[in-house]
């Protein structure tokens, strides 16, 4: 039995794949001094050919990933900030995704961008807070978000065993979490949904770090109302056969979302929802405001994000249609 921490599974998960293939490597700043917590001590056990630390130019290190990607090299790239993505959106969406669909399959690119710490951290204010995963599903690249240590480990391990782009998000409210681990750490398939908690009157589909709020509220509110909590794990490709067998159960959807609004993947799960599976209820989602940009104090950025006090309205909401 053993404690393990959100970042020491990242931890683990580099150096299980760095020591079982030869083509993977590591690129990103400051990642010698393992600064963010992931590459903690690889470059002393893998050496400088391997973990690679870059001068500070996202775009240059993508763009060489994509090409080492493209010559038979695994790399995986640390993003200090998510916002960093934006700035390299351009080789990720356009370049490394389009290859293999493009060239039918003949080329491949098997890059993994990392970020840990996506999402709201006290006084990181606007340019540093983002979480764009609906961003990436919406481009179609394979977009993971665990909310577990154990998950990190395995959805990690599987990006960088895939054939095509992943970004894994690894939400700063998330990195603190720490899980009692009896088994042996296992790859966890990309787009198979997890149910943490079974429930009969509704579900909550919960992403990242609101997983654990949404497990919170869920034992707050037993035995009065039966909250099933399903963590998709992955935004794309999203677990649709898991959604739609909760609700055969429940019958009732609410989705807690930490992306902005409009166009987000609250809606998206919303709307399939609504189009293709059974609901005896108008279907609740909770997000960040539209064109939401998170403020410097800690009041006010709290204000803006979902919470489990929203939570606990929009159950009682999609409750009150008996």
Known sequence: ??????????????????????????????????????????????????IVDTPLSEQAFTSM????????????????IPSLLFLVFEQLVNQAHKFSLMSGGQATVPLTCLVPGSGSRDGWAGQHSDHPYSLFAHAGVKTAVPATPTDA????????????????????AAMPVRETVTWELVPVPLGRARI???GTD????????????A????????PDLSVEVLDPRTVHPFDWPALAESLERTGRLVVLDDSNRSCGFGAEVLATAAEEMRLVAPPRRITRPDGAVL???????????????QLRHALDLVMKHR
């Open 295 to 309: 403020p410097f104090a800690p009041a006010l950025d709290r204000a803006v994000q979902p919470g489990r006090e």
């Open 1 to 50: 039995m053993t404690r393990l921490s959100y970042t020491r599974a990242l931890n683990r998960a580099l150096a299980d794949e760095l020591s079982a293939d030869p083509a993977v490597c590591v690129f990103g700043e400051d990642i010698g001094a393992g600064l963010a917590g992931p590459t903690l001590g690889l470059l002393d056990r893998f050496g400088p050919g391997r």
């Open 196 to 198: 943490h908690r079974p």
């Open 202 to 213: 509704v579900t909550v589909v919960a992403l990242g770090h609101l997983v654990h709020d």
């Open 215 to 222: 497990l919170a509220v869920a034992e707050e509110l037993a």
């Open 65 to 80: 990933a994509v090409g080492a990607a493209l010559a038979g090299r695994r790399p995986v790239l640390e993003f200090q």
């Open 153 to 172: 480990y395995g959805l990690l391990r599987s990006a960088i065993r895939d054939p095509d782009p992943v970004v894994v998000f690894a939400p700063a």
